[in-house]
């Protein structure tokens, strides 16, 4: 559904991301990692289409698009500053919501059952500047999956809470798409995460970015936040990962660097 | 936003009480002719006395119809004119050089070019007082809309939320506490320039229009009095405009807080 061709950008004369190719499919939950500053969230603003990429093009269902795309929602790396601190956390959730033509009864119904997911039921009412950093993530996070998108981009969704939450987040995101049918983007530089939450896991190079791994992520079952991360497979990926985003070329003996 | 307490409001009270006591004694003890300059007793029960008295009442409430409308006609102005200046970059730098040209000049020196052009004088008073109150508002709104931080927009945008929806949603309630700094400066300019105006240009009605008679019957006490009962409808506004600020903008005082 989702395909870049070439996209590049520069600001100014500093060259952010460099001819990146990649294809997405309905429904594909993929994971882009790589180190600080290469060009994640260069990405990630270009397909949302609030910068104009100064190369290639952005593609959705085959066409190029301008200006932001339809049935899109976006999880900023900068969460704090993407909520309203003049609304409740209700109301936040609910805003995007006006765009799907509910009344307010069943906008604040939907708000309220994305905030029960993230565990916020109690919060509500509560204003932005009234919660800890993990809590206003995670009512950006309701707020994105409330909206039911069909392009769903997430730029370090989970940085901000503890382990236990960033999994039972990782996990309810995955039901919660799989469930809508969603398409996700999800931006990381969580090894791990990357390859327990991804379908495939694109590896970006340093600045200016680029694809230089593009893997697919075939585990047995249902993924399960420990067994899963046990699985030989999982831990030779992981691997593998881990050496593209430290700028070597994997192989299946021993480390070679380029 | 300022914000008072009462421990500073009991200070004041008692700074004001205080002076006043002090020119009272003074002028029982013979500082000056209280033939002429009355007491300050005798001024403050005048004060009172006005307040029943149906020629000053009269004046009073065309005073306040004109300070009422004017600032009326200065939001309706200045605050859409302030928005988009805000939002539109090139009109802002287009129309800047006009305003930094404007703004500095009195409001009281146009009198006598809109005595000219207005026949009605309450016409003319509120073209006075607009003219001084515009620039707080337009100033702060441009300000306020600055502002707003940019990813707060760009998330509306990215839902698919046009540019009216995200001025309508964003733009505006996030520059409304800078608005209503602005309207409240407004407010205490356009109560000097309605009373200035009725001093300079004259007029059947309005507090200006008494002070100038009470002077010319050499009444010292009903002018001071007036005068002090502008001065405290002043303090009155202004205070009721400040708990409505802070009680409409609480989370702006919590973030401006967090910051720094
Ligand atoms: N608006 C901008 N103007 C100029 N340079 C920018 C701008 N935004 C980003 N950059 C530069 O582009 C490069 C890539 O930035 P970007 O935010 O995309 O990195 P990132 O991969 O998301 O990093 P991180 O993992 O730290 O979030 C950085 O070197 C940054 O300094
Ligand atoms: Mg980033």
New interface residues.
């Given amino acids: 559904m989702l395909e870049l061709v070439d996209l590049s950008h520069t600001y100014g004369s500093y060259r952010a991301i460099d001819r990146v190719n990649l294809k997405v499919a309905q429904g594909e939950v993929v994971c882009i990692v790589g180190p600080s500053g290469c060009g994640k969230s260069t990405l990630l603003r270009s397909i949302a289409g609030l910068i104009k990429p100064t190369g290639g093009n952005v593609l959705l269902d085959g066409r190029p698009v301008d200006g932001s795309p339809e049935n899109l929602a976006v999880v900023f790396q900068d969460y704090s500053r993407s909520l309203y601190p003049w609304m409740s956390a209700l109301a936040n959730v609910g805003l995007p919501l006006r765009r799907r033509g509910l009344d307010k009864k069943r906008r604040e119904a939907a708000a309220m059952a994305a905030l029960e997911q993230v565990g916020l039921a109690g919060a509500a009412a509560k204003f932005p500047w009234e919660m800890s950093g993990g809590m206003q993530q995670r009512v950006s996070i309701a707020r994105a999956l409330a909206y039911q998108p069909k392009l769903l981009l997430m730029d370090e969704p989970f940085g901000s809470v503890d382990a236990q939450t960033r999994e039972e987040l990782e996990d309810l995101t995955l039901r919660v798409c799989a469930h809508h049918g969603m398409t996700i983007l999800l931006i990381t530089h969580d090894v791990d995460e990357s390859v327990y939450v991804g379908d495939r896991v694109v590896v970006l190079s340093k600045a200016p970015g680029t694809v230089v791994g593009d893997l697919p992520v075939q585990l047995p079952g249902p993924r399960d936040q420990i067994h899963t991360r046990e699985l030989d497979a999982f831990v030779r990926l992981r691997a593998e990962v881990g050496r593209l985003v430290r700028g070597m070329t994997p192989h299946r003996n021993g480390v070679e660097t380029r | 936003m300022p914000k008072v307490n009462g421990a500073s409001l009991l200070r004041g009270l008692i700074g004001t009480a205080g002076l006043l006591v002090v020119l009272e004694a003074a002028g029982r003890l013979g500082a000056w002719d209280t033939e002429r300059l009355p007491l300050v007793s005798t001024v403050l029960l005048r004060a009172g006395e006005l307040l029943a008295d149906p020629e000053f009442l009269v004046s009073a409430r065309s005073s306040l119809t004109t300070w009422a409308l004017a600032l009326l006609v200065t939001i309706a102005i200045a605050v859409p004119a302030g928005l988009l200046l805000g939002m539109v970059k090139p009109a802002e730098v287009a129309v800047r050089p006009l305003i930094e040209f404007l703004r500095p000049i009195p409001s009281v020196a146009l009198i006598p070019l809109v005595i000219l052009l207005y026949s009605e004088t309450t016409h003319m008073r509120i073209t006075v007082a607009v003219y001084a109150a515009l620039w707080p508002v337009l100033i702060n709104t441009i300000y306020g809309v600055r502002d707003i931080?940019p990813?707060?927009k760009?998330?509306?945008?990215?839902?698919?939320?046009g540019p009216g929806s995200v001025a309508y949603?964003?733009v505006l309630?996030?520059a409304?506490p800078f608005i209503a700094t602005g309207i409240r400066l407004a407010a205490s300019v356009a109560i000097v320039l309605v009373v200035t105006s009725e001093l300079i240009a004259g007029g059947i009605e309005g507090i200006g229009v008494y002070i100038t008679i009470a002077a010319s019957g050499n009444r010292l006490d009903l002018m001071i009095g007036a005068t002090i009962l502008v001065g405290l409808f002043g303090i009155l506004v202004n205070a009721l405009l400040v708990a409505g600020e802070n009680r409409l903008?609480r989370?702006?005082r919590?973030?401006a807080g967090?910051a720094t």
Avoid: I, K
């Fill in positions: 931080d990813l707060a760009e998330t509306l945008r990215s839902f698919g939320f949603r964003v309630p996030g409304a903008f989370w702006h919590a973030r967090a």
